[in-house]
């Protein structure tokens, strides 16, 4: 078991605690199929992978794949990045990385001298919608947990100027904060079905996604309108996988997490 | 933010995505902080292929560093210069944007970078 990052620092007020569904993507992303997938996807690359968690929240996940970057990917060589809607939440996110990081380079500096480094390079936590900060074709890896609860309407959509990270919020902004990070809108799947449209884009040509999802976001059907989108390149096939599922509700996995990538056959 | 974040960034407004002036974005009234980081050879050898280099000249010029050579170095010639791996090492990795702005070359769009981090969103009328 590899060590959850320090949380405690983060104002659950504003920013969304990690609950089951963080924990379940710290346990898929460390199992032992999807490190062997990392690490031959990764592990003995001589281009370090960008690495971008959409949404990170507390920041618990990108700490946690940056501070056992060795462990998951096989190498240290890899770019952390992550982009979030919410300020606080970013602010939350570059705390939990570097203490997450400072941790595990004090633990491993008892091991041996000549042992290898074991964490990954965090650049930086970006305030933005999704994806779009960032430049196409430049993510290796996006990892989303996204607001998945199926709710009557989106919460409005954040715009700037929005709250900075020194300003004083009040009980609604805070509740409108923590509201952005859970409500899906119709089917849970609004903003959701956003982030896997701008997938093609955004991955390059060796990318991958981890995205979350609950029953109710009928996951079997994403999973199949991703795989229909093979033949857009040449010889190229889009594939979607269930890879780590936690507590059956009435015979349904609650949650799933599955990945999404694109293998070239030439 | 480290400096090498500017070399994935772009203009978030869509109409900007497709046009060669919206990356890199221009730094403005920076205030940079320096971070003492161990420095990692082999890191920075994995890097260097992903890196645009002529974005990354234009970001090392904007923010007061000296002009990069035009050509990038090679993964040889970073194993046998000690100056240019550390160069790169400061700019990329122990340099941080805390404060000042970002802006689109192409719509002049200001992105604010506050305590370190940018803010990408958009006013509604843009989105
Ligand atoms: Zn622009």
């Known amino acids: 078991m590899l060590p959850t990052p320090d949380t405690s620092h983060v104002p659950y007020q504003r920013v969304y605690e990690p609950a089951e569904d963080s924990f379940l993507l710290l ?39 940056t501070a056992n970057a060795r462990t998951i990917f096989g190498t240290s060589d890899i770019l952390t990045l992550g982009v979030d809607v919410n300020g606080f939440a970013c602010a939350a996110t570059e705390k939990t990385v570097s203490r997450a990081v400072v941790t595990e380079n004090n633990s491993s500096s008892t091991k041996r001298q000549d042992e290898e480094r074991e964490t990954g390079t965090f650049l930086a936590a970006v305030q933005g919608d999704l994806t779009s900060p960032l430049r196409p074709g430049t993510i290796d890896m996006l990892v989303f947990n996204p607001p998945y609860v199926p709710t009557a309407e989106l919460p409005a959509a954040a715009f700037a100027p929005s709250s900075s990270s020194t300003q004083t919020t009040t009980f609604r902004q805070d509740s409108h904060l923590l509201e952005l ?3 899906g809108g119709k089917d849970g799947m609004e903003t959701t079905d956003r982030l896997i449209a701008a997938l093609p884009i955004i991955l390059s040509k060796r990318g991958c996604a981890y995205i979350l999802l609950c029953a109710q976001n009928r996951p079997e059907e994403v999973k199949e309108r991703v795989r229909r989108w093979s033949g857009g390149g040449v010889g190229e096939v889009w594939k979607a996988e269930t890879v780590g599922t936690s507590g059956k509700q009435a015979g349904w996995e609650k ?3 599955i990945r999404i990538w694109r293998e070239t056959n030439v | 933010m480290k400096v090498l974040t500017l070399n994935f960034l772009t203009c978030a407004v869509k109409a900007c995505k497709t ?25 920075l ?22 002009t990069l050579p035009e050509q990038p170095p090679t993964a040889e010639d970073l194993q046998q210069d000690e100056k240019m791996l550390k160069e790169l090492h400061a700019l990329l990795l122990e340099t941080q944007m805390m404060e000042g702005k970002l802006v689109c070359g192409h719509c002049g769009h200001e992105y604010a970078v506050r305590e370190g981090i940018a803010n990408f969103l958009l006013p509604s009328h843009l989105v």
């Open chain 1, 27 to 65: 346990d898929t992303l460390s199992s032992a199929t999807e490190t062997a997938y990392l690490a031959r996807r990764f592990g003995s690359s001589i281009v370090a992978p960008l690495i971008l968690e959409v949404g990170p929240g507390s920041g618990v996940v990108i700490a946690f794949l």
């Open chain 1, 255 to 257: 949650l799933q997490i």
């Open chain 1, 181 to 183: 990070s859970y409500a």
């Open chain 2, 19 to 43: 046009t060669n002036n919206s990356f890199p974005l221009h730094p403005k009234d920076a205030e940079l902080v320096h971070d003492e980081i161990e420095i990692n050879r082999d890191l």
């Open chain 2, 45 to 66: 050898v994995n890097v260097l292929p992903r890196i645009d280099w002529t974005a990354l000249r234009t970001t090392s010029t904007e923010l007061g560093f000296p």
